[in-house]
């Protein structure tokens, strides 16, 4: 049995070295993850989490084990986000786990939600839009009509599952303020899933124009910045754009992790890398969508 | 005879759980092998597709309803669009705009309107044919000051854009009614 410490704030950047401690892939021997001492998880990390399980249990793994945080108000936050519900498929679990508590208004906008087809992303989008409109408007102050914006950049997301990754992946839509980097409410969404990924699903049709340079991060670059998709069909590799067009509005940023890099549109009050090379490898593509408060000050 | 398909009731046939949202590229293509199978069932020359009671469309099924079924029925149907509200509007908008397709929309107080690709000229001379009705390029070349030439090329694309009716040297616009 491996051990694979989950960092003690789960974040897209932490979820790098949790990749790199699992090392190989598929990892050779039982794993556990051990998150008895994480304090804090995003959505990011809740949907990663799930696919590291899912991948795993799909490579005919034994199940890896996951010991649950230790702190009764993580694991309570892990619960109310939905992520035991469906951990309980592809980990074993150790620990106390608490009951989900009944829905509210809350910041969990949507808890961990699989998404396996077309239904599921009808389910998704209608669930979410009475809560994303509180949230949006009277939250990060965007305009009303950005709830349907909004709307049409998670199903694109999510249809990006359904469409290219080949297997089944998971959403978390969450609301909090980020205090490390922005110091303002964001809304971020997180897609996960184990399959395909970028490189491969492009490579067909592009690897020969980039040659050499083909790979995990060209793939993205293809995909995010020139709109390119594996269909032929002119009206296919919209959805990307389309998310970063409205993000653009909003000041916002996504990110994308695929197989060994991850490129990202970075906003001006980030102050990440736009392309990420040479990452520990994880299975399939991970997105993640960050929407911050408008700055009424400048507005 | 024009033929109106409401949406939301294909929607509602095609999903095996209610939904207002069209999203999603497999949604899409179902709703749209419907309205090609309705098209083709009733021979209609014209088609308006009533988005009153839909609530979100994403790029991929805007793609999926209204662009590919413009490139499928290129010819002599006509789309319209209608009862749109400002971000459907938008998605579809930038989906035709981005593979140089153009569709009349019926707006909401019943006026016109184009959605996708046309150029400064296409559109006067769509908004003149709306508002002065059915002419000649000579008619609207006089009435706003262009050449011949110039108001000809512009009715000319409208037509090929099923955007105008053209025969016989006469330019009107779609039939709404």
Redesign the interface.
Known sequence: MRVVTVPHYLDEKAFDTLAGEIGAWPPAGRLLFDARATRWSSPFGFTALLTAGEALRAQGAEPPRLAVPDNEDVSGYWAKAGFFEHARSFFELHGRIPRRPTADASDVLLPVTPVRASQDVHDVVGRIQEQAARILTSELHLEARATMRFSMALSEACTNVVEHAGTGGWVAVHAYTWRRRLGRRVVVIAVSDGGVGFRQSLEPTEAKKYGERWGDAAALEAALIHNVSRFRDPGRGQGLAAIRRFLTAWNGKISIRSGTARLAIVPPWDDDPPLEDGLAYFPGAQVQIVIPAQDLAAA | MILTIRLHEVLRST???P???L?????GAAVRVTIERAIQETGSPATHLDFAAV??????CA??VV??LLRLTAGDHFVVLRGLD??QAE?ID??LE??DLTVTVLSREGGCRVLGRVTPDQLAAFEAVQTWGPGTAERLAERIGWTVDRAADALQSLALRRLVLAASGTYAPLPLQ
């Open positions: 999903l095996t759980t939904s207002r949202d999203v999603t590229r497999t949604t609530g979100l469309i994403d790029f991929s793609d999926e662009a590919k400002d971000t998605a930038h989906v981005r593979q």
